[in-house]
């Protein structure tokens, strides 16, 4: 009888301990826990790994974010909108899925695509970008990279643009 009542404790405390992502973005988070992917818990800098590890297609246009950590959990993202927040850099090294990505009008200085391999389609249009290295990104076939500050740009291995 014992053994059935830890089993029982043990099954009830596992929410408890689901893995957590840090949002520390009070703006992201909010829009992840209006719209289903938090932990229930407003401005804990948390949401429940579960909730957007499985997440394809990520909008969150013009929100004033300053940063997206957490995104990083995000490991089945093929969609990411991010334009008109106030994103200083972006990292994307573990969405290694995406296809599409659209962070135009952000004050973004760098940005590291190296991982994204499987990215078609990108706009990061109206950053302060001074360089990009988009040789990884073999599968490109579609580019919009104006109102940046790009002194060149090498597209020697974008045979599909």
Known sequence: MKQIQYILIALLCVPLFAQQTYVPDDNFEAYLEANGMGNGIANDDSVTTANINTVETLNVIGLGITSMTGLEDFTALIYLDCRNNQLTSLDLSANTAL???????????????????????????????????????????????????????????????
């Open 99 to 161: 296809t599409e990505l659209d962070c135009s009008g952000n004050p973004l200085t760098s940005l590291d695509l190296s991982a994204n391999t499987a990215l078609t389609e990108l706009d990061c249009g109206s950053n302060p970008l001074t360089s990009l290295d988009l040789s990884s990104n073999t599968a490109l076939t579609q580019l919009i990279c104006n109102a940046n500050q790009l002194t060149s740009l090498d597209l020697s291995a974008n045979t599909a643009l």
